[in-house]
């Protein structure tokens, strides 16, 4: 069974699956990784309200690096989960693989490096050329 896509080319159901499988699996790694760091980042807090008897201003300044720091990695497994949530929405909609930007087809060695990756080279160099 061949699947078109909304720039015409086709891929195979087999192929579809396979992409998806990897997509998910990505994802549910993601998801198991936020799980970790948010159990960390409470017992962290944990340690942090019951142990400040006779912090300084270091100690106190540790502890609050380590809850940004915490943080931090809470937001960045989150935004990469949402890339790989939105990979596999335009699996489903027969657009993943081609720039959001060109509609140009994204090279198959730039997907298997950044599989959750919505636009090509080129457009993604002028997006970021455009924020500097």
């Known amino acids: 069974m061949l699947v078109h896509d909304t720039v015409g080319t086709t891929r195979s159901q087999m192929e579809i699956d396979q992409i998806r499988q990897s997509l998910q699996a990505r994802y549910d790694e993601l998801t198991a990784e936020y799980d970790q760091a948010v ?28 809850r940004d720091t915490a943080q931090s990695l809470l937001r960045t497994i989150l935004d990469r989960r949402a890339q790989f949530e939105h990979a596999l929405g335009r699996l489903q909609e027969g657009t993943y693989g081609w720039c959001e930007g060109c509609s140009a087809a994204i090279p198959v060695e730039r997907l298997e490096i950044f599989p959750s990756a919505t636009t090509c080279v080129t457009c993604k160099q002028t997006r970021e050329r455009r924020a500097a």
Do not use: F, I, M
């Open 39 to 66: 159990l960390q980042s409470q017992v962290l807090r944990l340690v942090e309200v019951g142990d400040t008897a006779g912090d300084d201003q270091a100690d106190s300044g540790t502890k609050t690096a380590e």
